[in-house]
């Protein structure tokens, strides 16, 4: 297998959700990754919409890099196809590591796993601890609420708008993926490929 031309790290729901949308489109992500020639780096589970995208990379010839607590690996969670499943000792060598195999982050729908490592690389980044682009899936608008209030947030001056700015937004992630490629300064290929 060649060497993939860049890798997103997903973040999602170890759940499915109560939409079968939201497994359609964990689905449509592991695949434009795949065709597309990327990796999926992501935190190693096989249930939910992690399994999903896992499997949908899996399937499309894409490789994927699991990396799992050992004390969710010893609960079963993990999932044995992935190209590479790396088994750590914490949460923060999870997502430290998570981090450093992306070339850029994506969240889908998910809980407060999502949602804290979501915020996480986004602090990161307003802090100039990288400069990857961060997307935002806000499919069927799952995350309306949750960007009202970060609206909130600015208006009380909180945060600035330039911090809103780090973080890109779409409900259509065949809009969105290519748009993080791009934004990493990442090979195009895609480009020229039906998407």
Not at 112 to 138: A, D, M
Request: glycine share 10%; charged share 20%; net charge negative.
């Amino acid at each position: 297998m060649s060497e993939p031309a860049f890798s997103i790290c997903v973040y999602c729901g170890s759940r499915a959700g109560d939409d079968e949308a939201f497994t359609a489109s964990a689905k449509q992500v592991g695949e434009w990754i795949a065709r597309h020639g990327g990796q999926l780096v992501y935190g190693g589970g096989r249930n939910g919409l992690m399994g999903t995208v896992a499997d949908a990379t899996l399937a499309a010839g894409g490789r994927v890099v699991g990396i799992i607590p050992r004390a969710l690996m010893e609960k079963e969670w993990s999932h044995t196809g992935c190209t590479e499943l790396h088994i750590v000792e914490t949460m923060h060598e999870r997502k430290q590591m998570m981090a450093e195999r992306a070339d850029a982050f994506l969240a889908l729908p998910g809980g407060i796993g999502t949602f804290e490592e979501f915020y996480e690389v986004w602090t990161w980044r307003q802090l100039g601890y990288h400069n990857k682009p961060i997307g935002l899936l806000n499919l069927n608008a799952y995350y309306d609420p949750m960007l009202v209030f970060l609206k909130s947030v600015v208006c009380h001056e909180f945060m600035g708008p330039w911090q809103m700015d780090l973080i890109q937004t779409d409900a259509d992630a065949l809009k969105l993926l290519p748009s993080l490629v791009q934004a990493a300064g990442l090979p195009t290929k895609f480009q020229s490929q039906a998407i």
